[in-house]
């Protein structure tokens, strides 16, 4: 469903360092819109959520529970798509929303994570929402605030709502490499690597084996098979020479690059499906992104890289 452009989309951050500076700065943010007849939805830490509803005061509150949308990247994508469409349909002129990331505790997921944010900024361009997601200092990595300040045109501070001195364009920021984690399994030696890889079959067997003779769960091991070989084709069917495909594992974190001499595609392919006919192609990115834990699109002089991680 496309949405007519009624109001600006905005994607702000709020950096906080307790809970009264949390509410001092949310509550204004939701009354205000509630006024203005906007939706409010809370997408936030249990305790946080119910401290905005406490402090609002009144019922007209859509709370979403944050494990419902936050399931993965792609998931969390469509899921936000569907809150917006859904809304407007109610009647809703915008959507204020109110989110809160669970970043974890793998460096490889908190990065995964703040190159969403980044994208959800692009996604919801077009959408009449004001989205605001909250940073807790006392909980997120440095490096992860600093991402959060460059995927957010403007932050809440004390004085309001300021520019953020250090905002990227989304595209240009997830291409970025201070958006990506090296991971340390590259520093050893690959478990795999296949140049110029023909056949797919025997590619996907030769993963497969490794990562169960690793330990790894058969039903982990079926989707990030899958997911290698959608990109594996990509690059090469729209890729050029050489192609090279490897592979890392401790049993614990999985790790394969997939990477050509040609052009690279935007780092942004793949967070949400294209719009061709079923069958047509052009899914293959978007599918690699659900079924593993992390992914990253590297463009250099010499070619691509598409990067995929799997943790056991």
Do not use: K
Request: negative net charge; contains cysteine; hydrophobic residues 40%.
């Amino acid at each position: 469903m496309s949405l007519p452009h009624q109001t600006p989309s905005r994607h702000d951050a709020l950096q906080y360092h307790d809970d009264d500076q949390l509410l001092d700065a949310v509550v204004p943010f939701l009354r205000e819109g509630a006024a203005a007849g906007d939706s409010v939805v809370l997408i936030c830490r249990p305790d946080n959520a119910a401290r905005l509803r406490d402090a609002l005061g009144y019922h007209q509150v859509v709370e979403l529970p944050r494990e419902d949308v936050y399931g993965g990247t792609v998931a969390a994508l469509t899921a936000y798509r569907d809150l917006v469409e859904r809304e407007q349909q109610r009647g809703s002129n915008r959507v204020r929303v109110v989110t809160e990331i669970d970043f974890g505790s793998r460096p490889s997921g908190q990065w995964e994570w703040a190159r969403f944010d980044a994208a959800l900024g692009q996604v919801l361009a077009r959408y009449p929402i004001w989205n605001l997601c909250l940073y807790d200092r006392r909980r997120v990595p440095a490096e992860i605030l600093r991402a959060g300040e460059s995927s957010h045109s403007h932050l809440l501070a004390d004085g309001g709502r300021v520019p953020s001195a250090g905002y990227t364009d989304p595209v240009t920021l997830l291409g970025d490499a201070r958006m990506r984690w090296r991971d340390p399994l590259e520093n050893g030696p690959p478990r795999l690597d296949v140049a110029g890889p023909h056949d797919l079959a025997a590619l996907r067997a030769a993963v497969e084996e490794i990562l169960l003779r690793d330990g790894v769960s058969a039903y982990a091991v079926q989707g990030f098979v899958l997911a290698v070989s959608e990109v594996a084709t990509n690059a090469i069917l729209h890729g050029a020479p050489p192609v090279r495909v490897r592979l890392w594992s401790d049993g614990e974190r999985a790790l394969c690059s997939v990477s050509d001499g040609g052009h690279c595609f935007s780092p942004y392919s793949g967070y949400v499906p294209t719009d061709r006919a079923v069958g047509a192609g052009g899914m293959g990115l978007w599918l690699a992104r659900q079924m593993s834990d992390d992914l990253t699109v590297d463009a250099a002089a010499d070619g691509c890289t598409v990067r995929l991680g799997l943790n056991a």
